[in-house]
């Protein structure tokens, strides 16, 4: 079985992104870039490429390229985050780091959720349910590695996923421990009575964002051997 490295060096990115795959019969497996620098022995890990595009998709290319040069394997990078029709569609491209406008501060992933969750919800204050629809987007791309130093990696696959629900109010969350990141104060469509992080991890799998992108990808995979 094909071997792929996924581009993250987030666990619970690793882990529930290899869930789905295997879920779906998928005919690789996947590695995050911890283990691939192992693989490598590039005891410093690799250089993480500047996420400067304006779309999920766009971030999802440079991140696939970068590190299918980078491990010379074929790499699945995914680009994911939540859109907000009441504040214009932010956070988007810069979900991960929407308390700091997109900057990176070296804060800990918890710290960032935690800020990124109460800056969400400070800005839609009273704005009523009907009013705070929302989803949560995935873009996924695989490259494989150049075939030589003077060749590009190859884009063989692209895919998009969404997962829709609204955005809980204070005091009615965050809830659930199942997730990370906004699925605490994601409420799912459309019962909207549970959030993304009190689902099951079947349940999330089955509707998630990532999910979708995921078969999606599976799906565009060239039928020759790539």
Do not use: Q
Not at 140 to 158: F, G, N, Q, T, W
Not at 168 to 180: E, L, S, Y
Not at 183 to 199: M, N, W, Y
Request: hydrophobic fraction near 40%.
């Amino acid at each position: 079985m094909r071997t792929i490295v996924l581009a993250t060096s987030n666990p619970h990115k690793v882990e529930e992104i290899g869930a789905i795959f295997r879920g779906i019969a998928a005919p690789f497996r996947l590695i995050g870039l911890m283990e691939a620098a192992d693989w490598c022995n590039a005891a410093s890990g690799f250089p993480e490429p500047p996420e400067i595009g304006a779309t999920f998709e766009a971030n999802a290319r440079i991140k696939a390229c970068a590190y299918a040069t980078h491990t010379k394997l074929p790499c699945l990078a995914d680009d994911s985050g939540l859109e907000i029709d009441a504040l214009g569609g932010r956070p988007g491209v810069i979900s991960s780091h929407f308390s700091s406008d997109g900057l990176e501060t070296g804060l800990t992933r918890l710290e960032r959720d935690r800020l990124n969750i109460e800056r969400v919800l400070r800005e839609l204050g009273e704005t009523p349910d009907a009013e705070r629809s929302a989803r949560f987007v995935c873009v996924m791309c695989l490259a494989l590695p150049p075939r030589d130093e003077r060749a590009h990696p190859r884009i063989v696959a692209e895919s998009r996923g969404t997962f829709e629900g609204r955005i809980g109010r204070i005091g009615h969350v965050p809830r659930g421990t199942n997730g990370f990141g906004y699925d605490p104060i994601f409420l799912v469509s459309p019962g909207f009575d549970r959030t993304s992080a009190e689902l099951t991890r079947d349940e999330k799998n089955r509707l998630s964002h990532r999910g979708s992108a995921a078969r999606n990808l599976v799906a565009a995979l060239p039928a020759t051997d790539w």
